[in-house]
């Protein structure tokens, strides 16, 4: 090991050397050298790079080293051009794979992840050895910043673990057990979450992974075990802090996995009503609360998810939930109420959804709709209309897959901008060179996620004919409910249909701090979530 | 009639607790428990996130591009020497939800106020030859800052709405009219989505004629009234209205109306 070491400093002596202009011995340095960056973990950054050239021209070995000079210097962009330039030259192709990759570095300075990503694929792809692993690395962190899967994959699949600098080797792990994880190897994704170090930003994304993953590979204790101590490493941290609180949605998923109905409402209950994440507890409660039998609180539920504060919320499912419940308890009238808002509600939407797929749009059509999701999601002034419905194109805006992607779109835009904003940039070859692959990779962005628009929409029809057919099964045994109630009535076996709400007399009751009235049809922020059911039921 | 099943349990500020408590107390309604479980209720008092948050959905009072009209009296509490009531009609119409501009006419009682009635009795002083005003027309415009809504009996519901109201416009008084502006704030209490009291403090701010006037209001039924030089003892002639000289004035007023909202 020692001996490796030593190899090493005299091998960068000698290179430092030949850079200097010591020409006679250029050739030893860069052949040793070879095997040198290959095996050091030594991190490469711009200032401390060096040109490693076995031509033996002189004016070729001086614009290179002025390419390096400028790149030293910080001048990025100015580097980044001559390193393109020289990338382009026939006699420089033995030199291809040293200069793309240098031009990456250039690019990942300047922000351009996107256009760096590019050099360092190419680098891999030439597969030149004495590139290849600096490439895969910083392949690794461009990608990571980009949050361009697809790529980020390419690079994982090449990559030998041990020879990734210390400094990203977490973020490697996460990233392969994220792999893995995605794959349904829940063991080897566990194994891989518990190497990422306590001291690294993935670790708290790793260990909730590693719950999940756990959770999913049916270990529900040991994934409690790990919600838990991500939900005590965060403790301190403010309410509302996403750790945490994915953390304490994923314990109430797990107990209601587990079928511990009660300890689920407990935990979702403890999401704060800050978080983004409440609503989507408010929905899983209510189904906890359902499958633990309490009827009178899922009902108290309803009355918030079917508020107006959730109008453009696609909840299809919960309605005729609704409607069960009131099934339940007899409740015949309320329940047809329901099942015809079902049908007014989701009936036109599953039309257009049905019209819209039929007519063969293409994905940019399908793209520019859920590209208006987003834009009226953040300004609800902007006056767009939409071909899609929007409670359906804003549901999928908010799944996982298209969130990722457009996120990754809109670091392409950033860099785009980046480009366009700066006319010392955009006139050079470099900036037409990175406009290009920018502009294409937009275009591709936005192609994958109309297809994800698309795809999502195709299950929305399943999903809405599927419940509709629901929906005329819960009609009928709203009918067959309502006959048995008359039959009893004709039979004379009659009861006095009994509410709380019959006792007009009825005081308020200040206990701890609370305080209660009737609700009027209005609905207020600060009351979503507190609406209570005192209705009973009616059944004779 | 649809029966309410639905409550909001909410836990509220003390000091609307101890107001509820007392008005409790006052109606004497029999007190009833209301169970819901611990887990149910409200543990925090943040809102939940939305995208565009709004503060209300489907509001009881659709109050924008609506037009309202109503009755008022009115009191001034500053004037000393005129009648302090007043009478008028108002209509407004609303823009939004926000912002509404409207008309207001309101005829003044005719005599003295109290304490010139006693000045008068006790000392012949009488302030009934001063000019007084008579009635005043206003452009009337409302910024509504809050809309909510009070619950005092747990029963039902009374929303409300406060706003600030600047008024410009014409004051009449029996001689002459003079330009007069108003601030103020007011409130509504809907007792229906149309029907509401209201009630309004507004300064106002015009020229008027000082109605104390050296050897003018002497009206000869106290002969110790007044200085010398007068013809009949306690006596002063009776002045021109013109005569009198004129300063800006302040009035505070308080007004009462019923309004209904088409």
């Known amino acids: 090991m020692k001996k490796n070491i030593l190899k090493g400093c005299l091998i960068h002596i000698l290179a430092f050397v030949s850079f200097l202009g010591w020409h006679s011995n250029a050739d030893a340095a860069t052949k040793r050298n070879q095997k040198t960056v290959v095996s050091t973990t030594r991190k490469q950054s711009p200032a401390n790079s060096k040109i490693y050239t076995a031509t033996k021209s002189t004016l070729q070995r001086s614009q290179l080293a002025n390419a390096l000079g400028l790149m030293k210097s910080g001048q990025y962009p100015q580097a980044a051009n001559s390193f393109l330039s020289l990338s382009r030259r026939s006699d420089l192709a033995s030199e291809r794979s040293q200069i793309k990759y240098y031009l990456g570095l250039c690019m990942m300075e300047m922000s351009l992840n996107q256009a760096a990503a590019f050099q360092f694929v190419d680098v891999i792809k030439s597969s030149d050895k004495r590139w290849t692993r600096q490439a895969i690395e910083k392949l690794l962190i461009v990608t990571d910043r980009l949050g361009d899967e697809t790529l980020l994959n390419y690079a994982i699949q090449r990559i030998d673990v041990n020879q990734v600098p210390t400094q990203y080797r977490d973020m490697l792990y996460f990233r392969l057990a994220e792999i893995k994880h995605k794959a349904g190897l829940f063991t080897e994704a566990v194994n891989l979450y518990n190497k990422v170090g306590s001291q690294s930003r993935f670790y708290y994304s790793a260990l909730y992974g590693k719950g999940l993953a756990q959770a999913e590979g049916k270990q529900p204790d040991l994934a409690l075990a790990s919600f838990k101590q991500l939900l005590d490493m965060r403790s301190s941290a403010r309410v509302t802090d996403v750790n945490k609180v994915a953390a304490q949605l994923s314990i109430a998923r797990t107990y209601y996995q587990k079928q511990n109905w009660e300890k689920a409402i407990e935990a979702y209950s403890a999401i704060p009503r800050d978080s983004f994440m409440w ?89 520019q709709e859920v590209n208006k999701a987003f834009i009226v999601k953040k300004d609800a002034e902007s006056n767009k209309s939409f071909s899609i419905p929007y409670n359906a194109i804003k549901h999928i805006a908010e799944e996982g897959d298209v969130r990722r992607t457009y996120s990754y779109l809109k670091k392409l835009n950033e860099e785009r901008k980046l480009v366009d904003e700066n006319p010392n940039l955009r006139a050079t070859p470099m900036g037409v060179y990175a406009s290009g692959i920018i502009t294409n990779r937009l275009k591709s962005a936005r192609s994958i996620i109309g297809e994800m628009v698309k795809a999502h929409l195709l299950n929305m029809r399943v999903e809405l004919k599927d419940l509709n057919e629901q929906a005329s099964f819960i009609r009928y045994e709203m009918i067959n409910g309502k006959k048995e109630t008359l039959k009893k009535r004709i039979n004379g076996k009659t009861m006095a249909e009994e509410t709380d709400s019959e006792n007009q007399d009825r005081a308020f009751y200040i206990k701890n701090g609370y305080e209660y009235y009737p609700f009027q049809g209005e609905y207020w922020l600060d009351e979503v979530g507190n609406y209570h059911y005192l209705g009973k039921q009616s059944c004779e | 009639m649809q029966k309410t099943e639905v409550f909001v349990v909410k836990k509220v500020l003390k000091i609307v607790l101890a107001a509820s408590l007392f008005l409790s107390s006052s109606i004497g309604i029999a007190e009833e428990n209301i169970d819901v479980p611990k887990d149910e209720l409200v543990q925090e008092t943040v809102y939940p996130v939305f995208d565009n948050p709004v503060s209300v959905k489907n509001r009881n009072v659709q109050d924008s591009h609506a037009i309202d009209v109503g009755i008022f009296g009115g009191l001034a509490l500053t004037e000393p020497i005129s009648n302090t009531t007043k009478m008028g009609v108002a209509f407004n119409y609303h823009l939004n939800y926000t912002h509404s501009v409207g008309l207001v006419w309101a005829k003044n009682s005719s005599g003295l106020s109290k304490d010139a009635q006693g000045i008068k009795e006790q000392f012949g002083l009488d302030y009934g030859r001063a000019p007084a005003p008579d009635y005043a027309v206003l452009v009337d415009y409302n910024y509504k800052a809050y809309y909510g809504k009070l619950s005092l009996t747990s029963n039902g519901v009374i929303n409300t709405t406060i706003y600030g109201s600047f008024a410009g416009g014409m004051i009449k008084y029996v001689h002459k009219s003079y330009p007069m502006l108003a601030v103020g704030i007011g409130e509504r209490f809907y007792f229906t989505k149309s029907l509401s009291l209201k009630m309004d403090l507004r300064l106002y701010a015009h020229q008027a004629p000082i109605p104390f006037k050296a050897g003018a209001l002497c009206d000869g039924s106290k002969a110790t009234c007044g200085g010398g030089g007068q013809t009949t003892p306690g006596r002063d002639p009776v002045p021109s209205y013109d005569s009198f000289e004129e300063r800006l004035t302040y009035t505070t007023n308080l007004e009462f109306g019923m309004n209904y909202l088409f």
Request: some cysteine; aromatic content about 16%.
């Open chain 1, 279 to 367: 609503h989507e507890a408010l929905f899983e409660k209510t189904w906890a609360m359902l499958r633990a039998a309490r009827f009178r609180s899922t009902l108290s539920n309803f009355q918030t998810l079917h508020s107006t504060f959730y109008e453009d919320a696609y909840i299809p499912e919960t309605l005729l939930l609704r409607s069960i419940v009131y099934l339940y308890i007899c409740k015949y009238d309320e329940m047809e109420k329901v099942v015809d808002l079902f049908d007014t509600q989701y009936g036109p939407i599953s039309k257009k959804i049905n019209a819209y797929l039929n007519q063969n749009h293409s994905s940019e059509n399908y793209f």
